[in-house]
C-alpha cells in the first residue's frame, strides 16, 4: 500500500520559516517526480512545486518562487519543502504528491500538513 506522509507544519510567525517532510512507503520512490501543493480555506488547492526524480530539477509557482525550495531524498524516499519568509497568505494545508508525469498527474497524495502565519 502506497503512502505519503507529511510533517513539520505548525504556527510561525510571518518572516519565520518551516521545513515540511513528505516520507514515501510502499512504492519505489525514485522514478516519481513529487510536487507540492497547498489549499488555503475556501480556495482551490495550488500548484507550489514540484522536482524531477532523476536530476533534481526544480520550478515553482510564482508566489514562493525565491523563498522556498523543494529537496528530495531517494535513499531515504523523503521529499522536503524549505519555506522561508513566510508569509500569511502562505497559510494553507499543504500537501505532497507523487507522478510518473512531469506535468503533475498524481498518482498518489498525502494527506496534508497544516501551516499556519501569523501576521
Known amino acids: 500500500q502506497v503512502q505519503l506522509e507529511e510533517s513539520g507544519g505548525g504556527l510561525v510567525q510571518a518572516g519565520g520559516s518551516l521545513r515540511l517532510s513528505c516520507a514515501a512507503s510502499?512504492?519505489?520512490?525514485?522514478?516519481?517526480?513529487m510536487a507540492w501543493f497547498r489549499q488555503a480555506p475556501e480556495k482551490e488547492r495550488e500548484f507550489v512545486g514540484r522536482?524531477?526524480?532523476?536530476?533534481?530539477?526544480?520550478n515553482y509557482a510564482d508566489s514562493v518562487k525565491g523563498r522556498f525550495t523543494i529537496s528530495r531524498d531517494n535513499a531515504k524516499n523523503t521529499v522536503y519543502l524549505q519555506m522561508n519568509s513566510l508569509k500569511p497568505e502562505d497559510t494553507a494545508v499543504y500537501y505532497c504528491?507523487?507522478?510518473?508525469?512531469?506535468?503533475?498527474?498524481?498518482?498518489?497524495w498525502g494527506q496534508g500538513t497544516r501551516v499556519t502565519v501569523s501576521s
Open positions: 510502499g512504492v519505489t520512490f525514485s522514478p516519481y517526480h
Open positions: 522536482i524531477r526524480w532523476s536530476d533534481g530539477t526544480s
Open positions: 504528491a507523487a507522478s510518473m508525469s512531469w506535468i503533475m498527474i498524481p498518482a498518489y
